[in-house]
Nanobody, 115 residues
């Protein structure tokens, strides 16, 4: 399974971005997927995840109510809609997919929130 993120960039505080994670090589419905992020000098942290069935989605407390994770199984793409962005959301965002013992990561996309 290959994952490629896109959609990162520079945005002002209060702005929005939508990250995409295109998957190929298998069917997205077989995998639980999610997003992590890593800010400079900090440990990687979980942001959001969605179950393989798509019926369950969870968010970190720091982003709940501002970020929305979704997926399009027809296109095999996972999304992270980020609203009301704050400077502390600045990080490299990574998508992942997990099935059993196997976990796959994308290469990451930079999100910078700054005025």
């Amino acid at each position: 399974l290959q994952l490629v993120e896109s959609g990162g960039g520079l945005v002002q505080p209060g702005g929005s971005l939508r990250l995409s994670c295109a998957t190929s090589g298998s069917t997205l419905e077989e995998y639980a997927t999610g997003w992590h992020r890593q800010a400079p000098g900090k440990e990687r942290e979980a942001v959001a995840c969605i179950s393989s069935s798509g019926r369950s989605t969870n968010y970190a407390d720091s982003v709940r109510g501002r970020f929305t994770m979704s997926r399009d199984t027809a296109k095999n793409v996972v999304y992270l809609q980020m609203n009301s962005l704050k400077p502390e959301d600045t990080a490299v965002y990574y998508c992942y997919a997990v099935k059993g013992w196997n976990i796959y990561w994308g290469q990451g996309t930079q999100v910078t929130v700054s005025s």
